[in-house]
Structures are given as structure tokens and as C-alpha cells.
């Protein structure tokens, strides 16, 4: 492919609703060729820099932004799995051509790792951004990365441990998952042994670790500043706010209005006028969903969550409250909150459903997790791929209709699909060829 900027492959049928405009190349360089202000959102999962870099690299680097090296980053070494692509977080450089990229009053939604999010954080500020809020997405596929310090202090002195017993190795969703924390590896049977400490000093230390199975990803929503308000900027560039009703949480329970008349609220904070008590009932009914979260479940965690809270019962408001709330004006102040009939449900169950849920495999499914076969028999696959509907959610909670939103780190396209699907354009950079060819291979793109 001898022009990295150019699109590399068309759609082999025309997308129903929306379009994809995908780059290759470095994703630095793409953007500054891409116009001032063109863009509606950015939606992308980065590099999270997983390497172990030290402080002092750490310090060097800070330094060098905060004096004007926009684009400095330590010497590329293995990040996640070992690849030199994840050695460090994009610096402010790339995340100030998005700015420039977007309209004012734009939102980005930046996925970050949770011992990096203060890099990725720091550089998006640096780069001109307002951090609006943090999202935990929480999963519970992860494997534990843990040490036992037990086995460490015996292999240290040569001392040899005796096996015990032998146990299924579990998955990522069991207790015991991960060889590290529970005991020597599996046996050809596919069994874990179980060992027990050799010498007093590994018994002291039996039990414990080096690391927490992860179970949460950070996403940093970050804006461009605004031109003037709120309602001037959506006004002047069709941006600036979050698409609430869009994004809210599914319910099979019926709810209480979401949307209650202004002279009934008093705007932002309330005037306490006092509302006629018949006109409660012309309030909506919103079957919609609940009010959207910045806590992210998949369909596992969500079921811990539910068998902890156990179940709870949402009760409406009823005449009689309201009433109540008219002699004591709390009922006009949204300040407050509980009267107010958007907060009001009529139902019952798990705390899971107050959150977003996204069904999560360790695997995602085939359509989701393109492979292609090459000639000698290898496959071309990318490592960390994001659940379509988690991308899906984020897109249309920061992008207009018929908006475009922007990928600079596009991997296997999950989000131009999200965007296709869900109506809006998309623009997708990728530096590698074999990543393009996955996109492909995911659009049902056909090369040229």
C-alpha cells in the first residue's frame, strides 16, 4: 500500500444509514490533515502504555510536555502482551489535534488502563481538554497478574515445595483463576497443583500477592471548551451536550415521566413555585429507561452486584407526596431531587438495574472479533477488542444524529461499526496494514 493517508478499501454495499472514512497511517499525521473544527465527537480505545516505565522516565516525560515537547514519549518498549505500540499513552500532541478537530463544545470518550489513567488524563488536559467525568467500565474477565510472594521467597532460596493436591483450573469469572496466585501450573491433565510453603519465611508470606484482579477500565469523557453557554454553543454548532434519553437504562418496569414542565421545575435549581396538583397526571410516561450512570456493567459483574444488594423495591410518588411537597416548596427544587418525578420508578429487583449493562465475553463472538487467515497458515487478530453495544452506548451518548465521530486509533474498527450501525459517519485512523485488513474484513469491505 504505497499511499498511507488514503482510503484503502470502498464498502462493498452501501452502509444503510451512515459512512466510514477510513486512514492509514500514523495517526498523528493524519490528523493534522483532517480540517479545523469538522468533527462531532471522539470516540476511541488507545493505547493504554503498559510497560513498566519508571519514574524517573515518568518525570522526563512530564517535563518535557509541561515545556513544550508536545510530542515526547520514552523509547518504545513492550506494553501489553509485549507490544512496542502500548509502550506509553498518546501524548497531548495527538489528543490537541482532536481538539483542534472537533467543534467547540465536542466530547471525547478516551478509554484508559487504571494504572495509566493519570498519564492519559494528564495528557488530554494538557492538550487543552476539560475533564467532564471518569466512567468505570466493569468487567469480570480478568485474570489476576498476581505474584505469590510464598512461592517467590521459596524459589529465591532454592527451596523445593511440596505437592499437596491437585484442582481444576478455573476461569477468569472463578476465585482461583490465575496459575501466579494459587500454586504451580496445570499438569497434562489440566490440573493445578496445589503446594504448600517450604521454609517459615514463605509461610509468613503464604497468601500473599502482588496485584488485584482487574476488573475496571476507565474512560476519560473530556470536552472541548465551549463557545459561550451551553445553549449557545448546541445552538451554534450542534454540540455540547449528552444524549441522556439516547443512553438511558432499559427497564421492563413502568416509569414515572422523565421529562417534567418547566413552570413545575423552576430551571435548574428551582423557584418553588408551587404546581397544581392536577396537572401531575399529564406528566409522560418515559419507557426509555433510567437516568444513564458513569458506572459501565457487563452481564457477570452486574450479577455479583445483584446477588450482594439482593433485591429492593423503587416506589412512585404518590398524590399524596406531592401534595405534601406543595406546602413545603421541596417539590420544585430539583436541588433535591427526591420529589421530582424523573427520579420517581415503580419497580423492583437487583441494584445492577440502575446501570448500563453490556453482555462481556473473554472471547468476544466471531463477528465481532475479525481474523483473517494468511497465505502460510497464520492469522492476523488483534488482542484487546471492546464489546460492539459499550461502543455503541458511547457513541450515541456524545454524537448528534447524522454526526461523524472520529477514531485516531481505530484497531478492528469496533467503533466505525457502532457508528455505522447506529446512523452516524465515522473516521477511523490505523497505522497497521494488518489492522486495516481487519476493519475490511469486519465492514464486509472488499479491496480495491
Known amino acids: 500500500m504505497s499511499d498511507k493517508t488514503t482510503l484503502a478499501f470502498p464498502i462493498a454495499e452501501p452502509a444503510p444509514t451512515g459512512s466510514v472514512d477510513l486512514r492509514h497511517g500514523d495517526c498523528l499525521e493524519v490528523l493534522r490533515s483532517l480540517d479545523d473544527n469538522s468533527v462531532d465527537s471522539v470516540t476511541t480505545d488507545p493505547p493504554y502504555g503498559l ?98 510472594v510464598s512461592k517467590a521467597i521459596d524459589k529465591a532460596a532454592g527451596a523445593e515445595r511440596e505437592v499437596v493436591g491437585t484442582r481444576k483450573k478455573l476461569d477468569s469469572y472463578g476465585q482461583q483463576a490465575g496459575n501466579n496466585v494459587y500454586g504451580g501450573g496445570p499438569n497434562h491433565d489440566g490440573l ?94 418515559n419507557p426509555a429507561g433510567r437516568f444513564p450512570a458513569n458506572v459501565l456493567l457487563d452481564e457477570h459483574a452486574a450479577k455479583e452486584m445483584d446477588e450482594q444488594s439482593g433485591m429492593s423495591v423503587s416506589r412512585a410518588n404518590t398524590k399524596s407526596d406531592e401534595r405534601g411537597a406543595e406546602n413545603s416548596h421541596i417539590f420544585a427544587s430539583a436541588s433535591l431531587g427526591r420529589r421530582d418525578q424523573s427520579n420517581s420508578h415503580n419497580d423492583s429487583g437487583g441494584a445492577s438495574r440502575f446501570f448500563p449493562v453490556f453482555k462481556y465475553q473473554a472471547k468476544a463472538p466471531k463477528k465481532e472479533r475479525p481474523v483473517i487467515v494468511r497465505e502460510n497458515g497464520t492469522k492476523i487478530a488483534h488482542p484487546t477488542v471492546k464489546p460492539l453495544a459499550l461502543m455503541s452506548w458511547l457513541v450515541t451518548l456524545i454524537t448528534p444524529e447524522g454526526g461523524t465521530t472520529l477514531d485516531p486509533f481505530a484497531g478492528t474498527g469496533t467503533t466505525l461499526q457502532a457508528a455505522l450501525d447506529k446512523g452516524f459517519n465515522a473516521i477511523g485512523v490505523e497505522q497497521d496494514e494488518d489492522y486495516i485488513q481487519l476493519i475490511g474484513e469486519r465492514l464486509g469491505w472488499s479491496a480495491a
Open 51 to 148: 510497560s513498566n516505565t519508571k519514574p524517573a522516565q515518568v518525570a522526563d516525560v512530564l517535563a518535557a510536555w509541561v515545556t513544550g515537547d508536545t510530542e515526547a514519549v520514552p523509547a518504545k518498549k513492550g506494553g501489553f502482551m509485549g507490544a512496542d505500540w502500548d509502550s506509553f499513552v498518546p501524548p497531548p500532541a495527538v489528543w490537541a489535534e482532536c481538539l483542534r478537530v472537533l467543534k467547540p463544545g465536542g466530547h471525547m470518550a478516551v478509554f484508559a488502563g487504571a494504572r495509566t489513567q493519570d498519564l492519559m488524563g494528564l495528557a488530554i488536559r494538557l492538550a487543552g481538554f476539560e475533564i467532564r467525568d471518569t466512567l468505570g467500565w466493569i468487567q469480570g474477565a480478568g485474570f489476576p497478574k498476581s505474584m505469590d
Open 192 to 285: 493445578q497443583a496445589i503446594t504448600i510453603p517450604a521454609s517459615d519465611a514463605a509461610r509468613q508470606w503464604s497468601g500473599w500477592g502482588t496485584a488485584l484482579k482487574p476488573a475496571i477500565e476507565p474512560i476519560i469523557l473530556a470536552r472541548k471548551p465551549l463557545d459561550g453557554t451551553v445553549a449557545a454553543n448546541v445552538l451554534a454548532h450542534g454540540v455540547g451536550g449528552l444524549n441522556i434519553d439516547g443512553c438511558r437504562v432499559s427497564t421492563d418496569e413502568k416509569l414515572q415521566g422523565s421529562t417534567v414542565r418547566d413552570d413545575m421545575r423552576g430551571g435548574a435549581y428551582g423557584s418553588g413555585a408551587k404546581p397544581n396538583p392536577g396537572d401531575i397526571a399529564d406528566y409522560a410516561q
